[in-house]
């Protein structure tokens, strides 16, 4: 059988499906997907208030405020986000010469803010949590006027910008949940610095959790599946990883210290992929969803596979690397950590600029 448009129509499919490519579908969600959708959603919410909480027990107000009084490494932060990943998404959709709507979603996702798993790793990392923490807060609050002028610049060759719809609600309650925890976290190191430091051990753990869990979550969440063009895989691989590697060495190029490079590394590269499906839906039609939707996931995956290998081989150099100095300096170095560990709140770390 073939429709109005002379397009063969597949039995394959299911009646209810609401996206269809021969035999590929996205099914509508049953009520039990509905239900399971709000309660994890809901769990999911509450957990990351926990976590970015604890992560703000590791953030010191005098150290907090030095960033917002003198913001160079936020400024830095500032370039990589809306200047480095916006042209990153713009040159990868030129170079693999995608469907017009497929360079939209790609720069959709490079022009959203950070991410909050970025905190996490930062903090497995040991990077500037104080930095982390201020960089995530002033995208997310920045992405209110950038992400429209950098989509108006970059997207007007594929598309009407008018056509993007950007939630700012979702932008404000992203605020509002980073914002709210992390202060009442920065008051408990403030008042109770001892107790901020086991919630802070706690809520890392837990922070770690939550980022393999959301991960599996969205796989679960759908099922059935569409063909996407091994293009947008290619895409979502490389990007993330331009990411973390031009946000590093822009970094360094600004001259900050190591640990702050890591710090910028992680916040350029980790995308809030949340908000860029939640542009995608409210953007576009189920027709053109079928060529893009999963690519918000693609780079999901691919942005926590570098991240986890990153930290890695942070983990096996750190490890390798104070052993070394040990042998050699052995009580001095000890000293010299202890002190710096103070300074860096509660890290442990023989870096220097």
């Known amino acids: 059988e073939f429709d109005n448009s002379g397009k063969q129509n597949y039995t394959a499919c299911p009646a209810n499906a609401t996206i269809c490519d021969g035999a590929s579908c996205v099914l509508t969600e049953d009520n039990f997907n509905q239900t399971l959708s709000v309660v994890l959603s809901t ?41 480095i990943m916006p042209l990153t998404a713009f040159l990868l959709s030129l170079a693999f010469g995608i469907l017009p709507i497929q360079a939209v979603v790609v720069m959709i996702m490079g022009c959203c803010p950070g991410g909050t798993a970025s905190n996490v790793i930062a903090y497995w ?36 910008a008018d056509a993007i719809v950007l939630p700012y609600n979702s932008i404000g309650l992203s605020l509002v949940a980073l914002v709210v925890p992390v202060s009442v976290g920065i008051f408990v190191n403030h008042k109770w610095p001892s ?29 059935g599946s569409w063909v996407i063009t091994p293009k947008l895989w290619i895409i979502g691989t490389i990007f993330p990883a331009a990411g973390y590697t031009l946000g590093f060495f822009l970094a360094r190029l600004a001259g900050l210290s190591w640990n702050r490079c890591r710090t910028v590394s992680l916040e350029t590269g980790m995308q809030n992929t949340q908000l860029c499906s939640t542009i995608v839906q409210l953007s576009f039609t189920p027709e053109q969803l079928e060529l893009m939707f999963t690519f918000p996931l693609i780079y999901s995956i691919f942005q926590l596979l570098f991240a986890a290998l990153i ?12 052993k070394t100095k040990t042998d050699v ?18 890290f442990v770390s023989d870096e220097i600029k």
Request: aromatic letters at 8%; one cysteine or more; proline letters at 2%.
């Open 43 to 83: 769990v999911l919410t509450i957990m990351l208030a926990l976590v970015m909480f604890s992560m703000g027990c590791n953030v010191e107000i005098k150290n907090f405020l030095g960033h917002i009084k003198r913001p160079w490494g936020i400024f830095v932060g500032f370039l990589c986000q809306f200047g």
């Open 125 to 160: 990392v040991d990077g500037d949590m104080d930095l982390s923490i201020s960089m995530t807060t002033c995208s997310t609050l920045l992405a209110m006027g950038m992400m429209p002028l950098c989509l108006f610049i970059y997207t007007k060759m594929w598309t009407d």
């Open 311 to 322: 930290l890695g081989g942070y983990r096996l150099y750190r490890r390798r690397h104070i």
């Open 195 to 223: 107790k901020a430091k086991i919630i802070l051990k706690v809520g890392s753990i837990v922070g770690a959790v939550l980022i393999v869990l959301t991960a599996v979550v969205g796989g679960i969440l759908y099922k």
């Open 329 to 346: 300096e052995k009580t001095p170095q000890k000293e010299d950590s202890k002190s710096e560990a103070k300074i860096n709140g509660g």
